[in-house]
């Protein structure tokens, strides 16, 4: 377990130095907030970016953790393509597929979780299982059981997965759950928070409501 989020500091560093050499250069802000997903990742063409993770992340199981944060990391690595599943995909190229799987396991998406009406998905636990190599699966192995963690079927997920959020010229592009959402560019060190509420996702920047959108929960 994490003692604090600078620990969390530490961890991201360390996953960017080892897997993530093209980012090693920018400037990188790791921080945990009140979110309505696990975690938030914004970045802007300039090239710093800045991860948020949900609170509670910090007493998760330390594999689970590298999982996101190599998840947020993978998003504007892999940009234009934003999907959820390539950003997945990205995540294991990179031999840190076992760490996602425990990610998966930890938040319950043992299946695939197929979002925007079946044309992307979170890949699950069982999916990128099979995506790993020999190595990689035993490694899985040993880490499910060394931090105590049965791969489970699903059960209704508490939060979203994550949020990417690229500030480009003139606006941010929202990627949630696979819906992109346009903004009009909100001060470039605006807080951008969710709500979910009767069937509309509001997106609020500052406190000011920036975008609506409906929202049926997959
Ligand atoms: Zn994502």
């Given at each position: ?35 309505r ?123 979203l ?15 949630i759950?696979?819906q ?13 928070k969710l709500l979910i509420r009767d069937e509309f996702l509001h997106v609020y920047?500052?406190?000011?409501i920036?975008a609506q959108v409906p929202w049926h929960e997959e």
């Amino acid at each position: 377990m994490l003692e604090q989020s600078n620990d969390l500091k530490r961890l991201g560093r360390r996953l960017l130095t080892h897997a993530y050499p093209e980012f090693t250069e920018r400037g990188i802000v790791i921080e945990t907030g009140k979110l309505r997903s696990y975690g938030q990742v914004r970045w802007r063409d300039t090239g710093e970016f800045q991860i948020i993770c949900h609170q509670d992340i910090i007493r998760w199981p330390e594999p689970a953790i590298i999982g996101l944060l190599a998840h947020e990391i993978s998003h504007p690595a892999i940009e234009p393509n934003s999907s959820e599943e390539a950003t997945d995909r990205d995540v294991i190229g990179r031999g840190l597929g076992y760490y996602l799987a425990v990610e998966r396991a930890y938040v319950n998406k043992y299946d695939d979780h197929r979002i925007r009406g079946g044309r992307d998905r979170y890949l699950g636990f069982q999916s990128i299982r099979k995506l790993l190599n020999f190595h990689e699966r035993s490694t899985l192995e040993n880490l499910l059981e060394d931090f105590n963690i049965l791969p489970r079927e699903s059960t209704r997920p508490r939060l979203l997965h994550d949020t990417a959020i690229h500030d480009g010229l003139g606006q941010s592009i929202l990627m949630i759950e696979g819906q992109a959402i346009q903004i009009e560019r909100p001060q470039p060190d605006s807080e951008i928070k969710l709500l979910i509420r009767d069937e509309f996702l509001h997106v609020y920047a500052d406190e000011e409501i920036v975008a609506q959108v409906p929202w049926h929960e997959e």
